[in-house]
């Protein structure tokens, strides 16, 4: 039989499937799963915002903070469609100034998975975002691809629409930066969209009553913001059920706490409880290394995220070091907590 197709088989006829065995084509599931499966770059101009304690790379968005990403068709983007194509500085080469890099052809440039380029939710209003000495000492390449300098102008970051939050520290998109270094953290980012989160709240009114001082002073909320997740608010809007969104920089705000209030664009959640009932579970008199500020009795039983953020929220506002105690007496006063975030983006 094989003899007798061989040579024949291009000539001879398909049967049609009867239609009883038909079924539509190439109409895949939309449906991807609860998260989203596409993953980021920070946008290369972004400020820094603190070093890694432990190799010295800049991190430029805070886990947890809320992010919004600039696509092909955002103002000033810098990834535009492959067809306008374009360039993003690397690195300084030795006697030769800035190399650029295609960002659709180069090693450097950005993968065929990256559509879009993280930067901080703003909740709908414009924000600058200034350089600091980190970003001269590092090298940082402003939204032009110059090198920072000390008369280099913040990075304007339009109004913008949240689209979810980062759950580890985004790291400076440095690559290529030295021949002998790759940072292993650089590497394509994910964000949730849906989850339970647990982060610090600061209930302002009862903060600047105590510690005579405002916390959205750029002395307080400056120096909070580029490290820490958290909410604040005034106590009495910190309600359980209430919406919540993004404030200039990235960090939890009450959106509205009215029962009739509806959700808007820039809505990320809602508030599902908060907690200042601390110590628990005898975690007071579980003994840690004095200094360690590790769950324990470095913490009077705080949890250290909560500890620690309390901590430097204090010594911000009053410029002295607070004692475990003091930090103990301001949870148990309401002016710090865990607030649980339903995230829902």
């Not at 101009?45 to 955002?74: N, R």
């Not at 993003?88 to 650029?100: F, K």
Request: glycine share 8%; net charge negative; proline share 6%.
């Amino acid at each position: 039989m094989i003899k007798d197709l061989y040579g024949h088989t291009t000539s001879m006829p398909f049967r049609d499937a009867p239609d009883k065995f038909k079924s539509s084509r190439l109409r895949g599931q939309i449906h991807a799963g609860e998260e989203p499966t596409d993953v980021f770059y920070p946008l290369k101009a972004l400020p820094i915002a603190f070093l890694d304690v432990e190799t010295q790379d800049p991190v430029v968005i805070a886990k947890g903070t809320i992010v919004s990403a600039w696509g092909h068709f955002t103002e000033n983007t810098h990834i535009p469609v492959p067809a306008s194509s374009g360039t993003i500085p690397v690195y300084e080469a030795v006697g030769n100034g800035t190399m650029n890099v295609n960002i659709d052809t180069s090693f450097w440039g950005y993968p065929d998975a990256i559509a879009a380029l993280l930067v901080p939710a703003n909740g709908g209003t414009a924000v600058t975002l200034d350089y600091s000495q980190y970003d001269i000492d590092f090298g940082t390449y402003d939204i032009e691809g110059n090198k920072v300098t000390a008369s280099t102008s913040g990075l304007v970051v339009p109004a913008n629409i949240p689209i979810g939050i980062v759950v580890q520290d985004v790291y400076s998109d440095f690559r290529g930066k030295y021949l002998n270094y790759y940072n292993p953290f650089s590497k394509p980012i994910g964000i949730l969209r849906k989850a339970y989160i647990n982060i610090p709240f600061v209930a302002t009114d009862k903060f600047n009553d105590e510690y005579s001082a405002t916390f959205t002073d750029d002395a307080i909320y400056g120096n909070l913001w580029k490290v820490y997740a958290f909410i604040y608010d005034e106590s009495t809007d910190l309600t359980p059920g209430a919406f919540v969104k993004s404030d200039t920089h990235g960090k939890f705000i009450v959106e509205s706490d009215n029962t009739s209030a509806n959700r808007t664009i820039q809505t990320v959640g809602r508030i599902y409880t908060v907690d200042s009932r601390f110590p628990k579970g005898l975690l007071e008199y579980v003994d840690t290394y004095p200094g360690s500020m590790v769950t324990g009795t470095d913490t009077g039983g705080l949890p250290d995220m909560l500890f620690v953020f309390a901590h430097q929220a204090i010594y911000y506002a009053t410029g002295s070091t607070p004692s475990i105690q003091d930090v103990v007496n301001a949870v148990k006063a309401g002016i710090f907590g865990i607030a649980n975030i339903q995230v829902d983006v």
